[in-house]
């Protein structure tokens, strides 16, 4: 089963498109007329797939409405598109500078976490000493830390430094950047060591009797053999970082600071006092899930595939 | 069969060196603390000193504002007596031991189901984008949904139910919460089961079918133990994700700025709530009530995995 | 292995973008922040920007940076603003001014001992209103009924809005429309209710805290002032055998049994059933008196918002009733508190403080200040009674872990009251002997 696994990543640089564990075993059955019970199975799973697809509609559609209109009849299409909701969530609900505060923090903190965990995953993966295995432990441990755990530590340990340092940590996108990038090492770590131990050691070793460096056989041949793992990699970060809401609700205060989840939050309180402005609210929530929707309708398939042969080792 | 499932103790042998390799050895040992150094202190940083950290915060009282005083074992002592924390850890125990064996149940039947079935990348696809979106989002359509004049309800009522369940009362509403999770984890649990059960080669299959075995048969003596490892990764991942369940249950039992219903807390919303909701700022109990937690995921982790990898042997 | 230096150029075209990134917003230090040499003010604030409670603070913060010269940051935080206080306390990162309601002040910073005293505000005399002070406009008994959580500071809020807890009807229900004056009264006008198809009361299931209203209400009514706080407080339990305390319990049950509250309460998320109501489909709301403003945009067409307040039930029961303040607390951290106290009692002017009514349409925490046409009742009954706080004044962890989970279970109708004085008292001693 591990052989199986283990090919892949050799046929990634030849054709890039092709995802690993791209096994031509698709076929398992052979063509027989599906049971009683399959049939039940079938539908079962169209009826979820409608339910699924039916919320993504109808999320888009509510976005479009009328607050009112949608107190009265919470299933509608609209009469006239409203994408006043869209401009009032934007202007002045914040999701404007929520979006822009989300994209940057995402894409920095998945861009530095992945910089930081391939060459320590690159290490553990192939290296012989008895101290690798401890470290692995680590990381592995870490993974099952839960958040609420390093809240408040890593919250005071932020506001000392940001007193020694004067740089600024809390409420600040940068303060968040270096939470989320500390905090993703060890899922990064875990997937790449995966990715890496499947590499062949062959090319390594020609690549070594060539007289290249380590370093340069680390950039120039075992990078990019384990692109597809680093793009994986990178995306899980960029979908963890977009919907990271503990340390984004402590941590950042001020308006101009605030992620999309937060943006979100905030928005959900008002509706105390002065009433929900449900379409304000859906305008919100598109904003949070179009473009994990997006990236997912546009490299899906890497995804799926990279993170559950990333588990499946 | 029963490999470890994490990679541990895998580390070492592929790159076992070879006869007259040591060149490519040689300079992977010169490049070793300078690649692992950068990850290794972020790990320090962010994981091993705030644990102990919190270790020692949950021996103290402290508002965060005023010192903190030694307060030993009496936050403990605190939160054995609490009946929230005891309904909060029955809670984050009903997550991990309900939501999991229904979601696998799901993910296994899906897998059947989808294996033999046009459309199955799409269909796994739809089924797996939940996973991605932050869960709160969820929180919010559902109380929109299942209201009592919602269109969950409408659509029942079109279908004759006169009477339909009261879902968002308050003995429902874990129940309720429960039910998101399983929807929007079956989808991620389901896809790394198919995966896995992709690698098996169909001559198993065909070979069972020559012996006569039928469906069920074929999934519990060829499917079941070739996914084996695969299995217990994915009980082990779903230990630690259980026991971080936050925003869903924030959103979803909390009408507007309000804590919600102390019926529906999991261990994390405890922590939360003892140090920053409702200005209590107990930030001691918060800790104690987070090494707990902690305590509790390593255990069943643990536990689990040395359960599981019995019955790999067993089969 | 095509192209290594394509990779090779990634790789550091990536650090080089991560570096820049962080160079453009790294070079945000905390020295940066601090300018010391102008005066400033930083409010957060409990509203966020869209609100009209926003607007009507902004006119004025606007016109105090014009007027003194003052820099004022205002960051519009929204509910959980007291949250953030707490946190940003963690790290000295607090506001000069922060705004929300009296029981998230105390517990917050007063409790603390993290509010400072605004006794000089009260002194202060108000901006435009030719010798009057703080003290002079807004009522003494709003600053009396303030607890101080244990904290030594008793004026550390000043409020600048109010909300009255009182029963909300349509005035033009052909039903009921005689306000009821008792609670046998109003038990008569929710039979009439229900026999013209329509709830009586309108509830939503989780909104316990506004549920609870009913109960404290009760026990004020029947046991007197400060009798709710003696049940929280006591830390034996003894106090819930008053018997006046099942008769509070029976009362509700009673609403329960009968039907009175709006079918499909005990299964619905706020505002759900308060939507419902000003949709015509129940007769009465106990609420605050944010309720019209809150629900204006689902209100039946031709809705015309009345109030009285909570009924008696006997001859010789308290009428007091019960009263939420908003208002501004300077935190004791704060770096510019002197330019807060003078924006707290710029804010006091008539004019200013007239928006919280014209704009945002709740009451302002001057009686001079006139309120709302849909809050022209509660304006009176505020007039006319003694004014006490919601349970008490106790508010925050008791309420949350000791009392709300077994007044659900009467309030939704799973237990009886017989049963709840049982279990509310195990509940109680069990929260007392938790905290040791």
């Known amino acids: 089963m591990n052989q199986v696994l283990t090919q892949s990543p050799e046929s990634a640089p030849a054709a890039p498109a092709q995802a690993p564990a791209q096994v031509p075993m698709r076929k398992p059955g052979r063509k027989t007329r599906p049971s009683v019970g399959g049939m039940v199975g079938r539908v079962i799973v169209w009826l979820l797939v409608a339910f699924n697809l039916f919320l993504v509609v109808w999320m888009v559609t509510t976005s479009l409405r009328d607050t009112r209109d949608i107190a009265r009849e919470p299933l509608g299409l609209p009469l006239a598109p409203h994408w006043e909701n869209f401009t009032t969530a934007w202007n002045t609900g914040g999701f404007g500078i929520a979006a822009i505060n989300s994209v940057v923090a995402t894409l920095v903190s998945s861009l530095l976490v992945v910089a930081i965990a391939a060459p320590a995953a690159y290490v553990l993966a192939k290296s012989t000493r008895r101290l690798s295995s401890t470290f692995t432990l680590l990381f592995v441990l870490g993974l099952g830390v839960p958040g609420q755990v390093l809240l408040v530590p890593i919250y005071v340990m932020l506001a000392k430094f940001q007193d020694l340092s004067h740089l600024k940590m809390i409420n600040s996108i940068q303060g968040l950047i270096i939470v989320m990038v500390g905090l993703g090492i060890p899922f990064t770590v875990f997937l790449l060591a995966g990715f890496f131990r499947s590499l062949p050691v062959e090319i390594e070793e020609a690549a070594a009797i060539d007289g290249s460096s380590g370093i340069r056989t680390f950039v120039q041949i075992v990078l990019p053999l384990a692109r597809s793992g680093l793009v994986t990699a990178f995306m899980l970060a960029v979908i963890s970082g977009w919907n990271e809401t503990l340390f984004s609700l402590v941590m950042l205060t001020t308006a101009e600071n605030r992620t999309l989840p937060i943006a979100l939050l905030a928005f959900l309180d008002q509706s105390q006092f002065n009433g929900a402005d449900w379409g304000g609210l859906f305008a919100g929530i598109v904003l949070v899930v179009t473009p994990v929707l997006a990236l997912f309708i546009w490299l899906g398939r890497r995804i799926v595939e990279g993170m559950t042969v990333g588990i499946s080792k | ?65 005023n010192e903190l005083t030694w307060r030993g074992m009496d936050n403990y002592v605190q939160l054995a007596k609490d009946p929230i924390f005891i309904g909060s850890i029955a809670n984050t125990l009903k997550i991990l031991f309900v939501v999991g064996i229904i979601t696998f149940v799901f993910a296994f039947a899906l897998t059947m189901v989808l294996r033999e079935m046009t459309g199955r990348k799409f269909v796994r696809s739809v089924l797996f984008f939940p996973t991605l979106i932050n869960a709160m989002v969820f929180g919010i359509f559902a109380g929109f949904l299942f209201s009592p004049a919602g269109p969950v309800n409408k659509i029942l009522a079109l279908v004759g139910v006169q009477d339909p369940p009261k879902w968002l009362a308050q003995d429902n509403l874990f129940n309720l919460i429960m039910i998101v999770m399983i929807w929007s984890a079956t989808g991620y649990f389901t896809t790394i089961i198919m995966s896995a059960v992709d690698q098996i080669p169909a001559y198993y299959y065909e070979a069972a079918g020559l012996d006569g075995a039928g469906p069920w ?17 994915c009980a082990v991942l779903w230990t630690m994700s259980s026991v971080k369940v936050f925003e869903l249950i924030l959103v979803f039992g909390g009408s507007t ?59 | 292995m095509t192209h290594p230096n394509a990779w090779l150029k990634v790789a550091t075209g990536a650090i080089l973008a991560t570096s820049v990134a962080f160079a453009a917003s790294g070079c945000t230090t905390t020295s940066a922040a601090t300018d010391d040499s102008s005066k400033s003010l930083t409010y957060w604030s409990m509203w966020t920007e869209t609100e009209p409670q926003a607007a009507v603070l902004k006119t004025s913060l606007d016109a105090f940076e014009k007027d003194t010269g003052i820099k004022v940051d205002v960051q519009w935080q929204g509910r959980k603003v007291l949250e953030k206080v707490t946190t940003g306390l963690l790290s000295g990162d607090v506001p000069d001014l922060v705004d929300q309601a ?63 807890v009182s029963v909300f009807y349509n005035k033009a229900n052909t039903v009921a429309p005689t306000p009821p004056a008792t609670w046998d009264e109003l038990l008569a006008n929710c039979q009439k209710a229900v026999e013209a198809k329509l709830g009586c009361i309108a509830a939503d299931g989780d909104a316990t805290w506004a549920n609870s209203y009913w109960f ?46 709006i079918k499909g309460y ?33 209100a039946a067409e031709g809705f015309e918002y009345g109030a009285f307040n909570f009924p008696s039930t006997s001859a010789g029961s308290s009428n007091a009733n019960d009263t ?29 403080m007239s928006g919280i009514s014209t704009d945002a349409d709740n009451l302002a925490a001057r009686p001079d200040v006139e309120a709302p046409a849909q809050l022209a009742d509660v304006a009176g009954i505020l007039a006319e009674n003694e004014t006490r706080l919601p349970t008490d004044g106790i508010s925050s962890d008791i309420i949350d872990k000791g009392f709300n989970p077994t007044f659900d279970k009467l309030f939704l109708g799973k237990v009886s009251a017989e049963e709840y004085v049982k279990e509310a008292k195990a509940a109680s001693i069990a929260y007392w002997n938790a905290k040791g």
Not at chain 2, 15 to 37: F, K, Q, T
Not at chain 3, 141 to 163: R, W
């Open chain 2, 1 to 65: 069969m029963a490999l470890p499932a994490l990679p541990v103790a895998r580390g070492r042998n592929t790159g076992r060196p070879r006869a007259g390799m040591s060149a490519i050895e040689r300079s992977r040992r010169r490049l070793y603390w300078p690649m692992l150094l950068p990850a290794l202190l972020l790990m320090l940083l962010f994981y091993v000193v705030p644990i102990l950290y919190a270790g020692w915060l949950s021996l103290h009282t402290w508002d965060g504002i």
């Open chain 2, 217 to 233: 048969t074929k999934f519990r003596h060829v499917t079941l133990p070739l996914a084996w490892d695969v299995i217990s990764v």
């Open chain 2, 257 to 315: 700025a309000q804590a919600p219903p102390t019926s529906t807390w999991a261990t994390a919303v405890y922590v939360y709530q003892a140090a920053f909701g409702g200005g209590s700022r107990e930030f001691g109990v918060s800790a104690a009530a987070a090494i707990v937690s902690l305590a509790l995921v390593t255990v069943l982790t643990i536990g689990l995995r040395r359960m599981l990898r019995r019955e790999a042997i067993e089969i």
């Open chain 3, 102 to 164: 009296y029981d998230k002040i105390g517990p917050a910073l007063a409790a603390t001992n993290q509010a400072a005293d605004l006794a000089p505000v009260l002194a202060a005399k108000i901006p435009g209103e030719d010798g009057h002070t703080v003290a002079d406009v807004i009522p003494a008994k709003y600053f009396d009924i303030l607890p101080s959580y244990g904290g030594d500071v008793k004026n550390y809020m000043v409020p600048y809005s109010v909300s009255n």
């Open chain 3, 216 to 261: 404290d209400y009760l026990v004020n009514r029947n046991m007197g002032d400060g009798a709710f706080q003696k049940l929280m407080e006591d830390k034996t339990g003894a106090a819930w055998d008053d018997a006046g305390v099942l008769k509070s319990a029976q009362q509700i049950q009673e609403l329960v049994d009968k039907g009175y509250i």
């Open chain 3, 266 to 298: 005990d299964a619905s998320k706020y505002p759900e059933q308060q939507n419902a109501w000003a949709a015509n489909k129940a007769l009465y709301f106990l609420m605050g008196s944010w309720a019209p403003a809150e629900t204006a945009k689902y």
């Open chain 3, 324 to 352: 939420l303040l908003f208002g501004f607390a300077v935190p004791k951290k704060a770096a510019h508190p002197e330019e807060a106290k003078e924006f707290i009692a710029y804010f006091s002017n008539k004019d200013r």
